[in-house]
Antibody
């Protein structure tokens, strides 16, 4: 059974960093990429980037280039997404989601992690 | 990369059909047939209902259908039901190897 289990809610101060984890299980990891998507309160979905299955390359959305880092620990099948220099505009639910290689759609999603940025 | 354009809201009575548009550019929607649609109920993670413009994943009702013409993709919900009340988002692959979501549409069942 496919599971994407994300870490718990976080509260951070402006200027700080946050690292969200996404532990994957129940499927062959080499055949799937992991995306990160965020959703600010009452707002739409925003694509942040993708961690590719082969070679571990990462492609970031232009809005997040240089401020977001996506990594993975192959020993624990856990993916991480770190956002630096947080502002109140980064307050959002952050999702990880799975894409089959060359499928171009997201078939399983994590439960989401609420990150609140407040002084 | 600007978000794809969707109507903010669409409504219909039970049993009716509604269509949601998703307008992009020749660099995203118009470039590939990699448009997918997601349904999101309040407080829940999104769920894919259409991929590659018009294909339904296993288990998704055949009341959902998709199409595309030029730079605009569309999602049609036939036989509208109360459970279809949710937010709907399109998503497209782009020529820069990234993805972009639509602005989202709130569907209300009257």
């Amino acid at each position: 059974q496919v599971h994407l289990l994300q870490s718990g809610a976080e509260v951070k101060k402006p200027g700080a960093s946050v690292k969200v984890s996404c532990k994957a299980s129940g499927y062959p990891f080499s055949r799937y990429h992991i995306h990160w998507v965020r959703q600010a309160p009452g707002q739409g979905l925003e694509w942040m980037g993708i961690k590719l299955s082969s070679g571990g390359d990462t492609i970031y959305a232009q809005n997040f280039q240089g401020r977001v880092t996506m990594t993975r620990d192959t020993s624990t099948n856990t993916y991480y997404m770190e956002v630096n220099s947080l502002t109140s505009e980064d307050t959002a639910v952050y999702y990880c989601a799975r894409e089959g290689v060359e499928s171009y759609f997201l078939d399983y999603w994590g439960q989401g992690t609420l990150v609140t940025v407040s002084s | 990369q600007s978000a794809l354009t969707q109507p903010a809201s669409v409504s219909g009575s039970p049993g009716q059909s509604i269509t949601i548009s998703c307008t992009g550019t020749s660099r995203d929607v118009g470039a590939y047939n990699h448009v997918s649609w997601y349904q999101q109920h309040t407080g829940k993670a999104p769920k894919v209902i259409i991929y590659d413009v018009s294909y339904r994943p296993s288990g998704v009702s055949d009341r959902f259908s998709g199409s595309k013409s030029g730079n605009t993709a569309s999602l049609t919900i036939s036989g509208l039901q109360a459970e279809d009340e949710a937010d709907y988002y399109c998503k497209s692959y782009t020529t820069t190897y990234t993805y972009v979501f639509g602005t989202g549409t709130k569907v209300t069942v009257l």
